[in-house]
Nanobody, 127 residues
Framework: QVQLVESGGDSVQAGGSLRLSCAAS????????MGWFRQAPAKAREGIAT????????VYADSVKGRFTISRDNAKRMVYLQMNSLKPEDTAMYYC????????????????????WGQGTQVTVSS
């Protein structure tokens, strides 16, 4: 069992930056691919960033590519999401998730790969 707690969400103006953190407890996460997802009101949950077990491979949704960076520290059981150049359309509840990797250990943004989820942290971006 893995427990995940997100933090770092806030209200910021467009163009600003935030760093989200995800603290894991329970079982080690070193064998899990980790991901960040978000859900805006009345919209489906969207996978936005994922990282391999060793942190060397990452995958991003087109909507955040070039602006967001996912990273992890397995020794500290932490996962981070650095968000730059924030836009109003980034407003959402952000969730950290742990799960299985794809073939050859590739991180994937597929919801079904993830079986542990945090409670979320709210990010609001105003124009």
């Amino acid at each position: 069992q893995v427990q995940l707690v997100e933090s770092g969400g806030d209200s910021v103006q467009a163009g600003g930056s935030l760093r989200l953190s995800c603290a894991a407890s329970g079982s080690p996460i070193s064998s899990n691919c980790m991901g960040w997802f978000r859900q805006a009101p009345a919209k489906a949950r969207e996978g936005i960033a994922t990282i391999s077990t060793d942190g060397r491979r990452t995958v991003y949704a087109d909507s955040v590519k070039g602006r967001f960076t996912i990273s992890r520290d397995n020794a500290k059981r932490m996962v981070y999401l650095q968000m730059n150049s924030l836009k109003p359309e980034d407003t959402a509840m952000y969730y950290c998730a742990a799960g299985r990797c794809g073939a050859y250990g590739d991180p994937q943004l597929t919801n079904d790969n993830y079986n542990y989820w945090g409670q979320g942290t709210q990010v609001t971006v105003s124009s």
